[in-house]
T-cell receptor, first 114, second 112 residues
Framework: EDKVVQSPLSLVVHEGDTVTLNCSYE??????LLWYKQEKKAPTFLFML????IEKKSGRLSSILDKKELSSILNITATQTGDSAIYLC??????????????FGKGTKLSVKP | KAGVTQTPRYLIKTRGQQVTLSCSPI?????VSWYQQTPGQGLQFLFE???????NKGNFPGRFSGRQFSNSRSEMNVSTLELGDSALYLC???????????FGSGTRLTVV
């Protein structure tokens, strides 16, 4: 059975800290790994990773995929209170009958204290 | 361009009733997927529609159903509501169901 596991499940840090969120997966026919940020309702897209070892960056956020270890990390440097959210990792697969079916981890709840 | 629109935003229903939720995808997107999000289970896939056809279905009882119209708008229906159906229901649209998913803000359903 396909599964995605995120760790830690929750994390409390202070503004200015750097955090690393982890995501590991066991799926059939991996296509891509996606990171989303969910603050209130709509998960908003952060990164999509398909190739191993290539870091994607957006401001203070960066992410990298390790296909050998079947894992990914999301780094946030110089955290701000606005980074407080649930960070979701999802894996997209490609086999018959998998269309539109993202497999999500349970998420990491990040709280950034001033 | 407009994002994914879900209506209504909030809904309170009584056990045994049925409910219909609506999702309007991004213009040009033909795939719509539905997810149920609960604190205990996280996001779980319900089903995916593409060009008015259900292509993929998750592991939910038959009380959960959906459809898609020719303009790609989709509805999901839950019949004989149970307390455990209380959740945030999210839909996501993409061009073809193979990446580039954009989520709506969801419908918060409370069953009392």
């Amino acid at each position: 059975e396909d599964k995605v596991v995120q760790s830690p499940l929750s994390l409390v840090v202070h503004e200015g800290d750097t955090v690393t969120l982890n995501c590991s997966y066991e799926v059939t026919n991996f296509r891509s790994l996606l990171w989303y940020k969910q603050e209130k309702k709509a998960p908003t897209f952060l990164f999509m990773l398909t190739s191993s070892g290539i870091e994607k960056k957006s401001g203070r956020l960066s992410s990298i995929l390790d296909k050998k270890e079947l894992s990914s990390i999301l780094n946030i440097t110089a955290t701000q209170t606005g980074d407080s959210a649930i960070y979701l990792c999802a894996v997209d697969t490609h086999y018959g009958g998998s269309q539109g079916n993202l497999i999500f981890g349970k998420g990491t709840k990040l709280s950034v204290k001033p | 361009k407009a994002g994914v629109t879900q209506t209504p935003r909030y809904l309170i229903k009584t056990r045994g009733q049925q409910v219909t939720l609506s999702c309007s995808p991004i213009s040009g997107h033909r795939s719509v997927s539905w997810y149920q999000q609960t604190p205990g289970q996280g996001l779980q896939f319900l089903f995916e529609y593409f060009s008015e056809t259900q292509r993929n279905k998750g592991n939910f009882p038959g009380r959960f159903s959906g459809r898609q119209f020719s303009n790609s708008r989709s509805e999901m229906n839950v019949s004989t509501l149970e307390l455990g159906d209380s959740a945030l229901y999210l839909c996501a649209s993409s061009f073809d169901g193979q990446g580039g998913y954009t989520f709506g803000s969801g419908t918060r359903l409370t069953v009392v």
